[in-house]
């Protein structure tokens, strides 16, 4: 049973940053996607950034050019760099890990069917205005 854990939530002003980190816990794939997703109040859940074992990534058009994904290997850690935060950008964010799913990283992310990842238990950003 693979394992995600978030830390690096929290509360900032409009324009602020914020890293989201993400320990995933030892696992003997080679192959994967790994992404962020968030989830406001009475919205659906919506894909963020991804990464695969090639080191391919994808952003959502909301977020391009402000939030960065990273993964760290050595330490098994996921990233969320996310710059110039806006009020809209305030949600639970969980990351998640597929081990099963191939094609297009910016494919797998923007899907809403997600049945074969593991996700984390997810932490709040709330950016103020």
């Known amino acids: 049973q693979v394992q995600l854990v978030e830390s690096g939530g929290g509360s900032v002003q409009s324009g602020g940053s914020l890293r989201l980190s993400c320990v995933v816990s030892?696992?003997?794939?080679?192959?994967?996607?790994m992404g962020w997703f968030r989830q406001a109040p009475g919205k659906q859940r919506e894909g963020v950034a991804a990464?695969?074992?090639?080191?391919?990534?994808g952003y959502a058009d909301s977020v391009k050019g402000r939030f960065t994904i990273s993964l760290d290997n050595a330490k098994n850690t996921l990233y969320l760099q996310m710059n110039n935060l806006e009020p809209d950008d305030t949600a639970m964010y969980y990351c998640a890990a597929d081990f099963v799913s191939r094609g297009p990283t910016l494919r797998w992310l923007l899907r809403v069917d997600q049945r074969n990842s593991y996700w984390g238990q997810g932490t709040q950003v709330t950016v103020s205005s």
């Open positions: 990464i695969d074992a090639d080191g391919s990534t």
């Open positions: 030892r696992h003997p794939y080679n192959d994967y996607k």
